[in-house]
């Protein structure tokens, strides 16, 4: 698949639609054109307004939903007690607006195959109310469908109050695999709303793409939710918590679990188009092309801020201990440990970083072995990408191409203010302790280009190289000293042990007292509010 085609959102849209869903968007152009025409009284209907013509098109009249108690306002929600209420919010279109509540564990497993009515049909008749799990479990959801295409225990979430939250959701499964079935999660298919405190456990979800263990598709946001010991599949775009984001992820993770797919594979989100905060992923990750711990891909604009991965990863071409591929976007405060090996483009934090792309303050420690374009932190840094004020410490292996922090700096590339302390090894042409290359290639017609490299060294005893094409190579001791370091920040950004260890980054400035990463006069406030306290006393 071409890399334009990922990036390039797509028009992700079922071959065939259900009858009943067809049926349903006649009855509202409809309905539309003839509202008001047809009332009825408070005593025969829910709600004074349109008649549904569903009774000409479907043969039935729209009615609520038969639950253990409420009326479905935020003050009384409807009350979900049995896997009988919880199967009838998606058989009531009119109540996919209203407010639930879950008063018990409860279990779906006299549910199978596409029994189940899951819920919200598409985007226009989204699950657009309050559903609050009250800290309760649904477990042995299953669906398996070869036809469908969003599928989740709720299908579609939208709407400008839609919100699922504390719920937790254990032994589900789903099977859409047939292609080229997309978006699907154990949760959520499309969440376009609010998902805060839910969890999955034990689940199993396969798929063709876009596949999450938590959401298929994020254009929402999703706060404090992790899936843990679950088995995540697909072709593309896979993540242990959501296949692709387009929205923001906050103090979440995925731990435990098997993400597998071809490419774009992510420990947490398969392809990051949005934002990324304070997550974290520990799963193993295996795929062929942008494999990454955290994210498989990071593109365009997206962000990842204050985040880690742990797990070993295993690809073949852009291949990262925390993202496969930055195309654009900026990491920011971010690191990984796991082990990564691959082919080509492999890097301990991120195996491809170019076309504008930032990383700063972040740092490897895994290893990184594999073919060519390897780096302790990057495997190749091309066209205009940025590297300041970041570290590798692991060892290097392979054959060309291979640098302690950067094995490939191409074209306009640009390093500054790093480090790199990694053993390497090589067996071919460009091998260094800092970087293996920083030329692009040479023709007859056209100049050699440089990459940049500014204050940035490789200690030449640890790598057990004495040259690298970019860089100042200095002693274990010399390493060790502030003094080395020139024109470094020693107060916001870098720390030392002097005489004793390497840098470190500061994991949070001098000046940030109330630790929000940000020096302004909120941490005036905090100082002087102490200054304050420590007076009167």
Not at 122 to 137: I, P, Q, S
Not at 313 to 328: A, C, M, R
């Amino acid at each position: 698949m071409s890399l334009d085609t990922i990036l390039n959102r797509p028009a992700l849209v079922a071959n065939s639609l259900d009858a009943d869903i067809e049926k349903v968007n006649v009855v509202r152009r409809i309905s539309n054109h003839m509202k008001g025409l047809y009332h009825a009284t408070a005593n025969s209907i829910r709600a004074v307004g349109v008649v549904s013509l569903a009774t000409l098109v479907l043969g039935v009249v729209a009615e609520a939903g038969t639950y253990s108690g409420g009326t479905g306002e935020p003050n009384n929600p409807y009350l979900i007690s049995t896997a009988a209420d919880m199967n009838e919010i998606g058989a009531h279109p009119d109540d996919l607006d209203k407010h639930f509540k879950l008063m018990t564990d409860i279990s779906l497993l006299d549910y199978t195959g596409e029994e189940f009515t899951i819920i919200g049909r598409d985007d226009e008749l989204a699950f657009a109310g309050v559903f609050d799990g009250n800290d309760h479990r649904i477990s042995n959801f299953t669906y398996n469908s070869t036809d469908k295409d969003w599928i989740g225990l709720f299908r579609f979430v939208n709407g400008e109050n839609a919100e699922i939250k504390n719920l937790g959701l254990i032994h589900a499964e789903v099977d859409a695999r047939t292609e080229p079935r997309t978006a699907v999660g154990l949760l959520v298919g499309c969440n376009s709303g609010r998902i805060t405190n839910c969890y999955v456990e034990e689940g199993n979800v396969t798929a063709y793409r876009v596949v999450g263990g938590l959401v298929g598709w994020n254009d929402g946001t999703i706060t404090n939710c992790c899936v843990n010991s679950s088995r995540i599949i697909g072709n593309n775009s896979v993540g242990g918590l959501v296949g692709w984001n387009y929205g923001t992820i906050t103090n979440s993770y995925a731990a435990g679990c098997v993400t597998e797919d071809e490419e774009v594979i992510g420990g947490l989100v398969g392809g990051n188009f949005g934002t990324v905060i304070g997550c974290y992923a520990t799963n193993n990750v295996t795929g062929n092309d942008s494999v990454g711990g955290l994210v498989g891909r990071n593109s365009k604009f997206s962000i990842i801020t204050n985040c880690y991965a742990t797990g070993s990863i295993i690809g073949e071409t852009s291949v990262g201990g925390l993202t496969g591929t930055n195309w654009g976007g900026t990491i920011i405060h971010s690191y990984a440990t796991g082990s990564v090996i691959g082919d080509s483009t492999v890097g301990g934090l991120a195996g491809w970083n170019g076309h504008s792309s930032e990383i700063t303050k972040c740092y490897a420690t895994g290893s990184v072995t594999g073919e060519t374009l390897l780096g302790g932190l990057v495997g190749w840094n091309y066209g205009d990408g940025k590297i300041t004020n970041s570290y590798a410490t692991g060892s290097v292996t392979g054959n060309d191409y291979v640098g302690g922090l950067v094995g490939w700096n191409y074209k306009d590339g640009k390093i500054t203010k790093c480090y790199a302390t990694g053993g390497i090894e090589g067996t071919k042409m460009h091998i260094g302790g800092l970087l293996g290359s920083n030329t692009s290639e040479c023709g007859r017609n056209y100049e050699c280009k440089y990459g940049i490299i500014n204050h940035s060294y490789w200690d030449t005893e640890t790598s057990k190289q004495n040259t690298s094409d970019g860089g100042t190579g200095k002693t274990t001791t010399q390493m060790h000293q502030q003094l080395t370091f020139q024109d470094w920040d020693f107060i916001n950004v870098w720390d030392i042990g002097e005489n004793q260890n390497y840098p470190y980054l500061r994991v949070h400035s001098a000046g940030d007292l109330n630790h929000d990463f940000y020096v302004n006069m909120l941490d005036f406030a905090v100082l002087a509010d102490k200054w304050l306290r420590d007076n009167e006393e």
